[in-house]
């Protein structure tokens, strides 16, 4: 995974965000287990004790538990890891409205420009 972090904002929450993505696309699957700390915390080029607080904030989320012996699996309930994508897919959403909002365009014409794009991309798909 690529794992590019801004200023703006608590890289441990960046990370926390990286691996809900990670897990909503299936990079890790529900039931399996995660990398350790100092794996995780190598890739994302971090402190292992920021990586740390990240999987220890997914953990209260639910979407990670910890295993005496076998480390950290990923939550195994599909309509938690269900719930999460429906709420990220809100948030990208608001995000879009909002981003096209500070250009000046109303959110009738941004829906419209939304359904323009999907209609050229399921033409694109066809043409493949």
């Known amino acids: 995974m690529d794992w590019r972090f801004t200023t703006d904002r608590p890289i441990y929450m960046q990370i926390v965000e ?4 990670g897990i909503l696309s299936g ?4 039931g399996t287990n995660m990398p350790s700390v100092r794996v995780l915390a190598l890739e994302a080029e971090v402190n292992p004790n920021t990586m740390q607080k990240a999987l220890a904030e997914l953990e209260a ?5 910890t295993m005496r012996t076998s480390g950290r699996t990923v939550c195994a309930d599909e309509g938690r890891i269900s719930d999460l994508r429906q709420k990220m897919a809100q948030t990208f959403i608001k995000q879009y409205f909002a981003s096209m909002s500070s250009l000046g365009i109303t959110q009738d014409i941004a829906a419209k420009m939304l359904t323009t794009c999907k209609n050229e991309n399921n033409s694109k798909e066809e043409d493949e």
């Open 18 to 21: 990286h691996i809900q993505l």
């Open 27 to 30: 990079i890790y699957a529900p």
């Open 61 to 65: 989320q639910g979407l990670l538990s």
